[in-house]
């Protein structure tokens, strides 16, 4: 099985839609992808990403199945620097790159939960409720987690799938 991540097209975030460019790249990209064997298109709730599945759905004729936990990542609520640029900051995404590299614990497999960079953040339940919610997905084509890797159940023992997750940054990452 195949897994495609895939970001939405150059967003116009006021109106939770796709620029002009925005639309461009989502039909640009509909023209390679049909061509992947995509038997499953998943989408983020948000707008952005809607369009951007749909020129690949209607060319593949399959129906996009919405689900919530593909949406972006939260804004960084109640972030404890004390300045007013993270007041309206749209995700963890956006934090300067001098705050990540000034605390190592960014850059630790075991410690980047509490690092200092995303305390009073949302950051850390988000990637584990979403890193649940991408298991079960795969257990439903056949994929189990089995520590740091999958194992292949019955259900997944010749699964020639390809699905698409049409979504945001944060599941790349996550």
């Given at each position: 099985m195949r897994v495609l991540i895939i970001r939405h097209g150059d967003p116009y975030y006021p109106t939770d839609s796709l620029t002009e460019k925005g639309q461009r790249e989502a039909e640009l990209l509909s023209?390679?992808?049909?061509?992947?064997?995509?038997?499953?298109?998943?989408?983020?709730?948000?707008?952005?990403?809607?369009?951007t599945a749909k020129?690949?759905?209607?060319?593949?004729?399959?129906?996009?199945?919405?689900?919530?936990?593909?949406?972006?990542?939260?804004?960084m609520l109640n972030f404890k620097y004390d300045t007013d640029?993270?007041?309206?900051?749209?995700?963890?995404?956006?934090?300067?790159?001098e705050l990540w590299v000034n605390d190592s614990d960014n850059y630790d497999i075991n410690r980047w939960k509490e690092s200092k960079t995303l305390d009073g953040s949302?950051?850390?339940?988000?990637?584990?409720?979403?890193g649940q919610k991408f298991d079960e997905l795969l257990a439903e084509h056949g994929f189990v987690r089995n520590g740091?890797?999958?194992?292949?159940?019955?259900?997944?023992?010749?699964?020639?799938?390809?699905?698409?997750?049409?979504?945001?940054?944060?599941?790349?990452?996550?």
């Open positions: 023209q390679k992808l049909i061509n992947e064997g995509i038997t499953n298109i998943y989408v983020s709730p948000h707008g952005r990403a809607q369009l020129p690949t759905a209607d060319k593949l004729g399959i129906t996009p199945v919405t689900l919530d936990w593909l949406r972006e990542f939260p804004k640029y993270f007041k309206d900051m749209p995700s963890p995404w956006n934090i300067p790159p949302e950051i850390a339940e988000r990637f584990e409720f979403v740091g890797y999958y194992d292949i159940t019955e259900k997944g023992d010749g699964n020639t799938d390809t699905i698409a997750l049409f979504c945001h940054f944060g599941l790349g990452t996550a």
